[in-house]
Structure formats: structure tokens, C-alpha cells
């Protein structure tokens, strides 16, 4: 007499068929992860628009200045003079362009950090959720395999 081999591929079947999937969670913890991308684009892309205008701004401002310093003078140190003024109007509005793009930075630091703690939140929420439901229903069919 051969002992019979154990067929596993049925213990396993029937093991994983005890335990049912609930696709909500998925599905609840997909919308989650969505609805973050969604405002996380948002953030993106207004810093973006903002930063357009920031820079379109300063381009301008820096092609009208120009004007002035590309006009013919009549004296040589007129153009000395041209150019120090130019360059000193040039710097004090790269320093305030550079202070429009740290607040835009700042903005997008902030909301992001408010963006990942909601979203932490609720995913963990979604996580204790899907840990208790799924707690609930490995004793339950425990508790069946027991009795059989």
C-alpha cells in the first residue's frame, strides 16, 4: 500500500474561498488615492500659471528698461550712466520677482503638506476600516472551519 499523495491545490482552494475579498476597500482606498492626485495637480499646476505670470511679468519689465539703455546718447558717459541705472533697476526687480516666486514656493509647500495629512488620514481610516472588517471576517470563518 502507496500512501496517497495530499492534494494542496484543494486545501488552498478551499482555505482562499473562506476568506472573501471585499472589493470596496479597493475601490474606496482607489477613489482616496484619486481624489489626492486630483488636488495635488491642482497645487501643481496653479504654481505653474502663477510662476508663468511671475516670469512673463519680468521679462517685460526687463525688455521696457532696455528701451533706454539701447536709445543713442549724446556723451560717452551717458552710456555708463545708462547702464549702472539699468543695472541697478534690474536687481531690485530680480529681487522682488525672486520674493514672488518664494511665496508661490511657500504656497505650494503648504497646501501639500495639507494635501498629505488629510490624505493620511483618511487612508488610515481606510486601513483600520479594511483591518477590522477583515478581522471580523477571518474569525467568522475560523469559527466555520471549526465547526465543520
Known sequence: MTPKAQDYTAIFKD????FPVDTKVM???FKTQ????EKMSHVALDAAE??????SK???????????LTA?????ADYAKSMTDFASSWAESASEHMAAFAEVAKKV?????????AAGKDMSEDMTSMA?????EMTAAAKKAAAK
Open 15 to 18: 482555505m482562499m474561498g473562506s
Open 50 to 55: 502663477k510662476s508663468t505670470e511671475i516670469s
Open 72 to 76: 543713442a546718447k549724446s556723451e560717452p
Open 58 to 68: 519680468w521679462t517685460k519689465e526687463t525688455l521696457a528698461k532696455m528701451g533706454s
Open 132 to 136: 477590522k472588517k477583515t478581522t471580523n
Open 27 to 29: 475601490e474606496d482606498a
Open 34 to 37: 484619486a481624489t489626492l492626485n
Open 109 to 117: 509647500q503648504m497646501e501639500t503638506v495639507e494635501l498629505m495629512l
